[in-house]
T-cell receptor, first 115, second 108 residues
């Protein structure tokens, strides 16, 4: 158990479905992140939340909608996805990134397949 | 030009070998550097930070060359369990950039 828990671990969804990914951390971290990892590509930062406020949206299509109700929980709401959105979605948390980088703790990821 | 570049490999080495990976970064303002390890179908985990003076953790040695803008990871006496993908991470003005990773296969 890494301290960052993601559910579900695997998800298969149709292009017309709506689903949500959940991330929870109990490390006392201030910042939470969503990353996308496609095959043979670098990790792509999608969203950053710092103290529950979204501080970065890396030009992510609106079919991905994040929500951060508190510093411990982060959601990624999905709707009308495309097959090319199939990837591993990783949540991470860290101490305040403005202060310094002490390293991310990643969740185990949700492996998403869009059919 | 990519912020962070790594040789994707794979590096196929026998047990006991010494292997080194390099990672180059494009922005001279980059402030901190890390190596992460990612096992197949698992999340990345922090392996070690890279300090200006170089640092060692058991069989692993990390070095930073600011003049040439690269960091390196040296693994001595490779074990089968070292087989994984090694990701270079660079912090540039509070943004973090990941390399694509270098795959290492240690063979018996």
């Amino acid at each position: 158990e890494t301290g960052v828990t993601q559910t579900p671990r695997h998800l298969v969804m149709g292009m017309t479905n709506k689903k949500s990914l959940k991330c929870e951390q109990h490390l006392g971290h201030n910042a939470m992140y969503w990353y996308k990892q496609s095959a043979k590509k670098p990790l792509e930062l999608m969203f950053v939340y710092n103290f529950k406020e979204q501080t970065e949206n890396n030009s992510v299509p609106s079919r991905f909608s994040p929500e951060c109700p508190n510093s411990s929980h982060l959601f990624l709401h999905l709707h009308t996805l495309q097959p090319e959105d199939s990837a591993l979605y990783l949540c991470a948390s860290s101490q305040d990134p403005q202060v310094g980088f002490y390293g991310y703790t990643f969740g185990s990821g949700t492996r998403l397949t869009v059919v | 030009r990519k912020e962070v570049e790594q040789d994707p490999g794979p590096f196929n080495v026998p047990e006991g070998a010494t292997v080194a990976f390099n990672c180059t970064y494009s922005n001279s303002a980059s402030q901190s550097f890390f190596w992460y390890r990612q096992d197949c179908r698992k999340e990345p985990k922090l392996l070690m930070s890279v300090y200006s003076s170089g640092n060692e953790d058991g069989r692993f040695t990390a070095q930073l060359n600011r003049a040439s803008q690269y960091i390196s990871l040296l693994i001595r006496d490779s074990k089968l369990s070292d087989s994984a993908t090694y990701l270079c991470v660079v912090n540039t003005i509070n943004k973090f950039y990941f390399g694509s990773g270098t795959k290492l296969n240690v063979k018996p």
